[in-house]
């Protein structure tokens, strides 16, 4: 068993807290690696004190906390069974069940009464978030951060007052390796049970399992075990295989049988994990066999399985896939991640991700992403962020043309206990820490005042941030992606942004191209339509999309989702096309009056109203365009804000935009 695994002696343990309070380091080989080097990261990162108390630490409201629930829905339902399943187990010891996420926000929680009040006095509840960022080394935490199971055992915890917690924890990941979270039981030191981390492995690999089943199990699969007896059971090893030999899905039973890591689901094939070529696998019958292996590899039982095979079409003239001939060596599949998804077929597109993926985890090289709005540019961040080697770490993002220039500087920088009038009496520490270890978006960063944008550079190029009302400066890490819809070179012209920052920001810099310049706009709408609808097959009118592809799209992909939504909102039980019927009456006029057209029957053209009426429908097209946002409206229209507030108030158009 890793030292890891087992909790380190009461005396050794005291022994090397002694050694850290007094001269900051520990003797080699006093306590395990994992926990030395989380005690480090404690310290050092993230600026934690042994004795001292989580300052800011996050908490989601009740609202917070439903939607992560609802983001979360495919993990909760696989988790809810097996999680009762453990309570069961250790029902009467004191303990409780917990399932956090990938930033080790707690979201759900059984077990005993008495122990779940004595934990909620160190916020070890559901909405509460347990990364070691904000609770120093615990199981939940630790295990997110080194991706592997581990116990944390009364004073291993970095601070002093989670010392009477007893903790295992197992990471959890999905069927392409995304660690989606991790499964722990928590409970009072006196009742530590060297099986509970065990207990914690098992319940993780029952949900791979069952995520595994339900991604998987319609397609071509392999179950593996060491005994014959084994497959079928929850502790077998399941590898999902391309038509082509390529590996595309495994649980961790699998990964560890086979001697992979989980960068290699969708990059190794078949024939390098198990040595056997893909045709000789699919000529393989449903019996089990014995599969030899060299290199002192204890042999395995294996049994192939090939469940109905579902194939999503597009029903917008999309081509049928064939399969290659037996002769024709395997074509690698697209990488399957984030960014993968985005590609829907334009070349322009493609080859602004391609370039993305370039730089995907060189953090020394920061992304400056431009575009209309509305193009994309925070969905291409996040899928940025998941796809990297941070994933598993926060994804902060921070719209700066947001935010008031008076709390800009505390929402960025955090600040000390009573820094300002109305400060927090905890303090705040910022969204520059809270993306530690992750990625840190600024979104419309041309919209930053210049004083900030001066003490950003500072954060940039020291790597540590100061809160407001001073303190200590605490050193941060994070990988940086900045947007704009404005370009930055000619507001540094203007005298409007920062030369020396511009340089700073401007590593790579990615353009995302308007929609109306895309050539996969069907690919697109049916990609949304899927998205909106998954278990039905939607399709568009074929006039709908012929008045789609003439439009010119001036809220480009936002405006785009929005009118799928709202049309298979619209669609009647049974009805599997979107019309003209699904559309809203002022799309329907903007869509007649786009190109050459013909006009939609019952509907007047657009140009065929008085002049008030036209300049109403470019009012709220540009209104869409920016998502309500009026002063950035007015300043596209080329009017005073106060002239588009008279206008909208006459229309009754006020309410819900951005004042």
């Not at 559901?126 to 990364?131: F, K, L």
């Not at 960014?339 to 493609?350: E, P």
């Not at 509907?603 to 009026?630: F, K, M, W, Y």
Request: with cysteine; proline share 6%.
């Amino acid at each position: 068993m890793p030292a890891s695994e087992a909790p380190t002696p009461p005396d050794r343990i005291r022994q090397a807290r002694r050694q850290w309070l007094d001269t900051g380091t520990v003797a080699s080989g006093l306590i395990a690696g994992p926990l030395q080097a989380s005690w480090a990261r404690c310290r050092d990162h993230y600026g934690l004190a042994p004795e001292g108390r989580p300052q800011g630490a996050p908490h989601a409201s009740a609202a917070q906390l439903a939607r992560a629930l609802e983001h979360r829905h495919t993990l909760m339902a696989h988790a809810r069974p097996v999680m009762a399943f453990l309570h069961d187990q250790v029902q009467g010891s004191d303990s409780l069940v917990l399932l956090a996420d990938a930033h080790g926000l707690l979201l759900h929680a059984s077990g005993d009464a008495p122990f779940a009040d004595r934990a909620a006095r160190v916020a070890l509840r559901p909405g509460a978030v347990w990364s070691e960022q904000w609770r120093g080394t615990n199981a939940i935490g630790t295990a997110l951060a080194e991706g592997q199971p581990l116990v944390v055992h009364a004073g291993e915890h970095y601070l002093s007052r989670n010392g009477f917690l007893t903790c295992a924890a197992a990471p959890i990941a999905d069927p392409t390796g995304q660690l989606l979270g991790v499964l722990d039981i928590s409970g009072d030191r006196r009742g530590y049970h060297r099986h509970t981390l065990a207990l914690a492995r098992s319940g993780a690999r029952m949900i791979e399992h069952q995520l595994f089943t339900a991604r998987h199990a319609a397609g071509l699969h392999l179950r593996l075990h060491t005994q014959a007896e084994g497959l079928g059971s929850v502790t077998e090893g399941l590898l999902a295989v391309s038509e082509d030999g390529w590996v595309t899905g495994a649980n961790t039973a699998a990964l560890e049988l086979l001697g992979l890591a989980r960068r290699d689901i969708g990059a190794a094939t078949v024939e390098r994990a198990l040595g056997l070529d893909v045709r000789a696998l699919l000529a393989q019958g449903a019996a089990p066999r014995l599969l030899p292996r060299g290199g002192g590899s204890a042999p395995l039982w294996l049994r192939v399985e090939r469940g109905l095979t579902l194939r999503h079409t597009v029903a917008l003239s999309t081509p049928a896939v064939t399969r290659a001939a037996p002769d024709t060596p395997p074509t690698p599949p697209k990488p399957a991640d984030a960014l993968a998804a985005l590609d829907t077929g334009d070349a322009a597109f493609r080859a602004t991700l391609a370039r993305a993926r370039r730089v995907l985890d060189k953090p020394a090289i920061p992304l400056l992403l431009h575009g209309d709005t509305g193009t994309g540019k925070d969905v291409l961040a996040r899928s940025l962020h998941a796809s990297s080697a941070r994933h598993s770490q926060p994804f902060v993002a921070v719209n700066c043309a947001a935010l008031p220039e008076t709390l800009i500087e505390a929402e960025l920088f955090g600040y000390r206990p009573g820094a300002f009038t109305g400060a927090s009496r905890q303090g705040a520490p910022g969204r520059i820490r809270e993306a530690h270890g992750g990625t840190l978006f600024l979104d419309e960063i041309g919209d930053m005042p210049l004083a900030l944008q001066a003490r950003l550079l500072r954060v940039l190029e020291a790597r540590e941030v100061t809160p407001l009302g001073g303190g200590t400066a605490v050193a941060v890490d994070f990988r940086l992606l900045c947007a704009s819809h404005r370009r930055l070179a000619d507001e540094v012209a203007a005298g409007r942004f920062r030369e020396d920052l511009y340089y700073r920001l401007n590593g790579l810099t990615l353009t995302l191209p308007p929609l109306r310049e895309r050539s996969d706009l069907p690919a697109l709408v049916a990609k949304l339509l899927q998205a909106e609808a998954p278990a039905r097959a939607l399709r568009v009118d074929d006039e709908v999309m012929a008045l789609f592809s003439r439009y010119r799209w001036p809220g480009n992909v936002r405006q785009l989702a929005n009118v799928v939504r709202t049309g298979v909102a619209l669609l009647e039980d049974g009805e599997d096309m979107l019309t003209l019927a699904q559309l809203g009456d002022d799309l329907r006029e903007r869509l007649a009056g786009s190109g050459s057209a013909a006009p939609v029957a019952g509907v007047r053209p657009a140009g065929a109203g008085d002049l008030r009426e036209q300049a109403d429908a470019s009012i709220r097209e540009t209104l869409a365009a920016v998502d309500g946002n009026v002063a950035e409206a007015a300043r596209r229209l080329g009017v005073s804000r106060n002239t588009l507030y008279r206008r909208l108030r006459r229309a009754g158009q006020l309410e819900g935009l951005a004042i």
